[in-house]
């Protein structure tokens, strides 16, 4: 099979960073799977910029490979009549439209049938890429879509050219200019600063983009900015966050990337500092600088313009919108000190709405208090920091620079506040916020913590916005996980059982089950478990989560134990043992242990039972000293003796160890 290189550049208006967020790494997944549905196998590499998505191939078929096609007729046994072909048989020649002479006889399932075949030619995929970029474009979901001009089709962005380049052939396909509505042409598009010129080969193509101000490489954009600020930093002697985030914005909102330093009034920095960063990252993509470990009054800018001249004029101007932002700010910051309520919830919260018929937030606030009521009775804390933090901890959703920075809330809290202990708990009340992000510091804020996420569980569950699929709106799973993250951190007793039934007379309705099932739903990708150590802990009848989570961890040794083999064939054998028996003896007779063996296991057992175990850890580590007697009792002792209490007596024991395992969860159901 012949192959050639093949480019394919959809040129399109700006992409949202909204949308190259949540589509571009499936691009290139959906482009393989057109491909393979329609048999074509080529190595594909996809590039892309704010203004093109670019798949590259070197080896891409300029023809399918030949098929055979076969068809089986009528067996041979009907297939004539004396001699002259039967009505099967002249059927299948009709439809095939072949003679009598064509057909073959061969053998299917130990008979024998007319036979034909013919071989296929493959087609030229330069007639497929129609159909295949038709479809892949389709496929595409970068989120909203939008018509322009005259064009009824839906895409992100309108697209102005679609450039397809096969073993150096332009291809042309109408079809697509015309339901995309733009002019189809051979002519490449550089950096805006930059001239348009027609391409006749692939090298070209990329030549001609570099050279002219893009660079295609979303890796190679990125790998320049870092080394750009790097750069900075070492000349200025000054440290900058690299928001990863942010580096992924500014990757896809640029061509050509050039890292500039800017600064602004050193007054700004009496701002908090959270302020400072989030002003720069959200509404500017600037990086935030710092020196001596304090926050610097400068920042890194990332333009995308060619003309060096012009870069002063860049770092000015960002330089006066930045003051104006920060001149706004500081106005905010300052009337906020003055009116912010530093002692009781904020009666002005009732005016706003939590969730459709969950109550306001003041509501919400009080529901809050509650939950950590119940929580304080558990651990050891300064209750008093809790619940007075609580009081205020959504007030600050009535300030002006929370109304300018929704991502401040809690944080500004934190320094309008005029009591030091609160300022902790108040700044560390939505942690986590993400997956993989930092928990809160101190048990205080943990329960915050808690109270926040666990509220909003109940009571969008009470009005069944549960999560489903890869829904979660309400981001509802993030939260479940947070809350198992804090307990474990903080080692909270938490009976979700008992902490819902406590909790009913705040709610319209609570489904318990329903909640308890979502939270054992989160333990596997919150704790990245074996799924069936979590059903074995999930079969020992625990209901406080910490223990259960505490459960999972102690029997995640025996998987992670240099003898796990061993244990997976005693396992085995103690299910076997168990499964189906029914035996009413309530405890092991001492004087029907015979052997040794099953002595030495019955002593360890008592011995066991004696012991003041803390922790599951702890008894899992001494459980897993019973493996050798185990394993000396299966192989020396009949267990199915032929009298009937002697061989009742013996399975009692291996249940007696089983109940000693089944404390922290069923044995059985571990995969190894």
């Given at each position: 099979?012949?192959?050639?290189?093949?480019?394919?550049?959809?040129?399109?208006?700006?992409?949202?960073?909204?949308?190259?967020?949540?589509?571009?790494?499936?691009?290139?997944?959906?482009?393989?799977?057109?491909?393979?549905?329609?048999?074509?196998?080529?190595?594909?590499?996809?590039?892309?910029?704010?203004?093109?998505?670019?798949?590259?191939?070197?080896?891409?078929?300029?023809?399918?490979?030949?098929?055979?096609?076969?068809?089986?007729?009528?067996?041979?046994?009907?297939?004539?009549?004396?001699?002259?072909?039967?009505?099967?048989?002249?059927?299948?020649?009709?439809?095939?439209?072949?003679?009598?002479?064509?057909?073959?006889?061969?053998q299917k399932n130990g008979k024998d049938f007319l036979y034909y075949s013919s071989t296929l030619k493959?087609?030229?995929?330069?007639?497929?890429?129609?159909?295949?970029?038709?479809?892949?474009?389709?496929?595409?979901?970068?989120?909203?879509?939008?018509?322009?001009?005259?064009?009824?089709?839906?895409?992100?962005?309108?697209?102005?050219?679609?450039?397809?380049?096969?073993?150096?052939?332009?291809?042309?396909?109408?079809?697509?200019?015309?339901?995309?509505?733009?002019?189809?042409?051979?002519?490449?598009?550089?950096?805006?600063?930059?001239?348009?010129?027609?391409?006749?080969?692939?090298?070209?193509?990329?030549?001609?983009?570099?050279?002219?101000?893009?660079?295609?490489?979303?890796?190679?954009?990125?790998?320049?900015?870092?080394?750009?600020?790097?750069?900075?930093?070492?000349?200025?002697?000054?440290?900058?966050?690299?928001?990863?985030?942010?580096?992924?914005?500014?990757?896809?909102?640029?061509?050509?990337?050039?890292?500039?330093?800017?600064?602004?009034?050193?007054?700004?920095?009496?701002?908090?500092?959270?302020?400072?960063?989030?002003?720069?990252?959200?509404?500017?993509?600037?990086?935030?600088?710092?020196?001596?470990?304090?926050?610097?009054?400068?920042?890194?800018?990332?333009?995308?313009?060619?003309?060096?001249?012009?870069?002063?004029?860049?770092?000015?101007?960002?330089?006066?919108?930045?003051?104006?932002?920060?001149?706004?700010?500081?106005?905010?910051?300052?009337?906020?000190?003055?009116?912010?309520?530093?002692?009781?919830?904020?009666?002005?919260?009732?005016?706003?709405?939590?969730?459709?018929?969950?109550?306001?937030?003041?509501?919400?606030?009080?529901?809050?208090?509650?939950?950590?009521?119940?929580?304080?009775?558990?651990?050891?804390?300064?209750?008093?920091?809790?619940?007075?933090?609580?009081?205020?901890?959504?007030?600050?959703?009535?300030?002006?620079?929370?109304?300018?920075?929704?991502?401040?809330?809690?944080?500004?809290?934190?320094?309008?506040?005029?009591?030091?202990?609160?300022?902790?708990?108040?700044?560390?009340?939505?942690?986590?916020?993400?997956?993989?992000?930092?928990?809160?510091?101190?048990?205080?804020?943990?329960?915050?913590?808690?109270?926040?996420?666990?509220?909003?569980?109940?009571?969008?569950?009470?009005?069944?916005?549960?999560?489903?699929?890869?829904?979660?709106?309400?981001?509802?799973?993030?939260?479940?996980?947070?809350?198992?993250?804090?307990?474990?951190?903080?080692?909270?007793?938490?009976?979700?059982?008992?902490?819902?039934?406590?909790?009913?007379?705040?709610?319209?309705?609570?489904?318990?089950?329903?909640?308890?099932?979502?939270?054992?739903?989160?333990?596997?990708?919150?704790?990245?478990?074996?799924?069936?150590?979590?059903?074995?802990?999930?079969?020992?009848?625990?209901?406080?989560?910490?223990?259960?989570?505490?459960?999972?961890?102690?029997?995640?040794?025996?998987?992670?134990?240099?003898?796990?083999?061993?244990?997976?064939?005693?396992?085995?054998?103690?299910?076997?043992?168990?499964?189906?028996?029914?035996?009413?003896?309530?405890?092991?007779?001492?004087?029907?242990?015979?052997?040794?063996?099953?002595?030495?296991?019955?002593?360890?057992?008592?011995?066991?039972?004696?012991?003041?175990?803390?922790?599951?850890?702890?008894?899992?580590?001494?459980?897993?000293?019973?493996?050798?007697?185990?394993?000396?009792?299966?192989?020396?002792?009949?267990?199915?003796?032929?009298?009937?209490?002697?061989?009742?007596?013996?399975?009692?024991?291996?249940?007696?160890?089983?109940?000693?395992?089944?404390?922290?969860?069923?044995?059985?159901?571990?995969?190894?």
């Amino acid at each position: 099979m012949n192959t050639s290189s093949l480019i394919i550049e959809i040129f399109i208006e700006e992409l949202p960073f909204s949308g190259v967020k949540k589509e571009i790494a499936n691009v290139l997944p959906k482009f393989n799977k057109i491909l393979q549905a329609n048999k074509i196998n080529a190595k594909i590499d996809f590039f892309w910029t704010p203004r093109r998505l670019i798949l590259h191939s070197l080896d891409f078929p300029l023809f399918l490979n030949d098929e055979i096609v076969e068809f089986f007729g009528p067996p041979l046994s009907i297939a004539y009549n004396d001699g002259e072909p039967s009505i099967a048989t002249n059927s299948f020649l009709k439809k095939l439209n072949i003679t009598k002479d064509e057909v073959q006889i061969k053998q299917k399932n130990g008979k024998d049938f007319l036979y034909y075949s013919s071989t296929l030619k493959g087609k030229q995929t330069s007639i497929l890429l129609q159909d295949i970029v038709m479809e892949f474009l389709a496929s595409l979901n970068f989120g909203k879509s939008m018509k322009w001009g005259i064009n009824d089709t839906l895409f992100i962005r309108p697209i102005r050219n679609i450039f397809i380049l096969l073993n150096d052939n332009f291809i042309e396909i109408p079809s697509l200019a015309s339901k995309y509505h733009f002019t189809q042409t051979n002519y490449i598009i550089p950096h805006r600063s930059k001239d348009k010129k027609a391409i006749s080969n692939y090298k070209e193509y990329f030549d001609f983009l570099i050279q002219n101000g893009v660079i295609y490489s979303q890796m190679e954009r990125k790998k320049l900015i870092v080394e750009q600020i790097k750069d900075i930093e070492t000349k200025l002697n000054i440290k900058v966050e690299i928001d990863n985030n942010l580096l992924d914005e500014v990757v896809a909102i640029t061509e050509f990337p050039t890292a500039l330093y800017g600064e602004f009034e050193s007054r700004f920095l009496t701002l908090p500092k959270e302020v400072i960063i989030t002003s720069m990252k959200i509404n500017q993509k600037y990086f935030a600088t710092y020196k001596n470990n304090s926050l610097n009054n400068g920042f890194i800018v990332v333009c995308n313009i060619l003309d060096t001249n012009s870069f002063s004029d860049v770092v000015k101007g960002n330089e006066r919108v930045l003051k104006a932002r920060f001149e706004d700010a500081l106005f905010f910051y300052q009337n906020d000190l003055n009116t912010f309520n530093q002692i009781n919830t904020d009666l002005r919260l009732k005016n706003i709405e939590f969730i459709q018929d969950s109550g306001s937030i003041f509501d919400k606030v009080q529901r809050e208090k509650e939950i950590a009521k119940i929580l304080i009775s558990q651990i050891d804390c300064n209750s008093d920091v809790v619940l007075k933090a609580l009081d205020i901890s959504k007030n600050d959703l009535l300030s002006e620079m929370v109304g300018e920075f929704g991502e401040l809330q809690g944080i500004m809290g934190s320094y309008y506040t005029n009591n030091d202990k609160l300022r902790i708990p108040l700044k560390e009340q939505y942690l986590p916020l993400q997956e993989d992000t930092e928990l809160p510091t101190m048990p205080e804020s943990g329960i915050i913590a808690i109270a926040n996420k666990l509220d909003s569980i109940i009571s969008i569950f009470a009005i069944n916005k549960i999560p489903s699929g890869s829904k979660d709106p309400f981001a509802l799973r993030r939260a479940c996980s947070g809350i198992i993250k804090i307990i474990i951190k903080f080692n909270i007793p938490f009976n979700l059982k008992d902490i819902l039934h406590l909790l009913k007379p705040q709610y319209k309705q609570i489904d318990t089950i329903a909640i308890i099932n979502f939270f054992y739903e989160r333990l596997e990708n919150t704790l990245e478990m074996n799924q069936s150590i979590i059903n074995a802990a999930l079969k020992s009848n625990q209901d406080d989560l910490l223990q259960i989570c505490l459960q999972i961890e102690a029997l995640n040794k025996i998987i992670k134990s240099d003898d796990k083999d061993a244990f997976k064939s005693l396992f085995k054998r103690v299910a076997n043992i168990l499964k189906n028996t029914n035996i009413n003896a309530e405890s092991i007779n001492k004087d029907l242990l015979l052997q040794i063996e099953e002595k030495n296991l019955y002593k360890a057992l008592q011995d066991f039972r004696n012991l003041d175990l803390k922790t599951p850890m702890e008894r899992v580590e001494n459980l897993l000293r019973f493996k050798g007697l185990l394993q000396d009792f299966f192989d020396n002792v009949m267990i199915n003796a032929e009298e009937k209490n002697i061989r009742e007596n013996r399975i009692l024991l291996v249940k007696g160890i089983y109940e000693e395992f089944f404390k922290v969860g069923d044995i059985r159901e571990i995969s190894f």
